[in-house]
């Protein structure tokens, strides 16, 4: 299974709390979070899911 996952745009508040927990998925983009990789590389996979349980928008969704 590969793990994808997604930032709700119209969520993101853009406190870069996910670049924090998981740079190797997020990225920045006109101060909103994006995700720069699909799937989610296997090592990267629990970094991801701590961020989307971090982020205080509730915008990161993470799914396989």
């Not at 709390?17 to 101060?31: Q, Y």
């Not at 990789?37 to 989307?52: L, N, V, Y």
Request: proline share 6%; charged share 20%.
């Amino acid at each position: 299974f590969y793990m994808k996952s997604f930032v709700d745009q119209g969520l993101c508040a853009g406190c870069e709390r996910c670049l924090a927990v998981c740079p190797e998925v997020f990225r920045m983009h006109e101060g909103r979070a994006l995700v720069a990789i699909t799937p989610i590389p296997e090592c990267a996979e629990q970094a991801c899911q701590d961020a989307a349980i971090q982020c205080p928008a509730c915008a990161i969704i993470v799914h396989e």
